[in-house]
């Protein structure tokens, strides 16, 4: 372990690109990320599949998952692990004004982004399409860029098409930071309810993934019901709509984490999103760079 360990240093200190300037999110502006951080984010990289299987592995555990109890220790472990990445829920023009933000970065290196195989899928061996969506930015892309495991360094243009085929998927955006810190924004995931490590683990506790700064608004009387469509219920993988007495579709306001993907496959054009009054997280993703108020952003 201990020549692992040093080996793997000798690596760090061996790749030039850990010492060259950086662009990271801080609020509504960028700074720069200093070696420190890009290391330490760089050796997350390189253990990153190795964590997924221990949380597969312990989101395998029946007792943990099917119980009362297990739940309670499973809410326990998520909340201790404070440190690694959680995610805001944001919905594809959220997404992609973050990108547009990226886009317009001035300062070391311009604007990064670049997408690879989702990590979760990589690391289980599981695989499902479209399989190619977790989308790197700044140092985030820099970093996995190096680590080689097939990211390409891509467009904002590329970027905010494949964000709109990867929601027509069903995939859930999120915005996602290490050290419950802003200043360590460094991916767009796309997620499912299956194989997605984070979004499975908050369907069990409730934790890793916060509430976007966006809640669906739905009007009732426009619902045509589940029997003629009912598309809502199947493509929010978090469970927010159940059915009424009249055999409508309602909404647990409470739930909705806010991804918008319930939106644009209404029929009934029952839905649209609407700012949420008591987003939270604005320390971290700012609700202002999500709904489109910034500036072209230099370091
Ligand atoms: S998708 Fe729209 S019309 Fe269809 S059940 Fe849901 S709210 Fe009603
Ligand atoms: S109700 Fe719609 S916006 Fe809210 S979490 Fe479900 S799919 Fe996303």
Not at 160 to 188: M, N, P, Q, T
Not at 208 to 226: A, Q, S, T
Request: hydrophobic share 40%; glycine share 10%; aromatic share 10%.
């Amino acid at each position: 372990m201990k020549s692992d360990l040093s080996s793997i240093f000798q690596v760090i200190l061996s790749e030039g690109h850990i010492f060259s300037e950086h662009a990271g999110f801080s609020g509504k502006k960028l700074r720069g990320v200093g070696p420190i951080q890009y290391a330490v984010h760089w050796l997350y990289g390189v253990f990153e599949p190795v964590i997924l299987r221990i949380v597969d592995y312990v989101l395998s555990i029946r007792f943990l998952t099917k119980t009362v109890m297990g739940r309670k220790i499973l809410y326990v472990i998520a909340s201790i692990s404070w440190f690694f990445p959680h995610g805001v829920v944001v919905t594809t023009a959220a997404a992609e004004r973050m990108v547009d933000f990226v886009e317009r970065t001035e300062g070391p290196k311009g604007a990064r982004i670049a997408v690879g195989p989702c990590v979760c899928q990589m690391a289980l061996n599981r695989w499902q399409e479209p399989s190619k969506k977790d989308m790197v930015l700044l140092y985030g892309a820099d970093i996995y860029y190096h680590l080689n495991m097939g990211y390409e360094l891509i467009s904002a243009e590329k970027a905010k098409g494949l964000l709109r085929e990867f929601d027509a998927a069903g995939l859930v955006h999120a915005v996602e930071f290490c050290l419950r810190s802003g200043k360590w924004i460094f991916v767009i995931c796309n997620c499912d309810d299956k194989i997605c490590a984070p979004t499975r683990i908050f369907l069990h506790t409730g934790k890793m993934l916060f509430p976007g700064p966006e809640i669906v608004n739905h009007d009732r009387k426009l619902c045509i019901g589940r029997e003629k469509c009912g598309k809502c219920l199947e493509r929010c993988i978090i469970g927010v709509n159940f059915v009424g007495d009249d055999g409508k579709v309602a909404v647990d306001y409470d739930k909705c984490m806010g991804c918008g993907l319930c939106v644009n496959t209404c029929p009934g054009k029952a839905r649209t999103m609407v700012k949420r009054e008591n987003y939270r997280h604005g320390h971290q993703v700012p609700a202002d760079l999500l709904l489109g108020k910034t500036e072209t952003v230099s370091l």
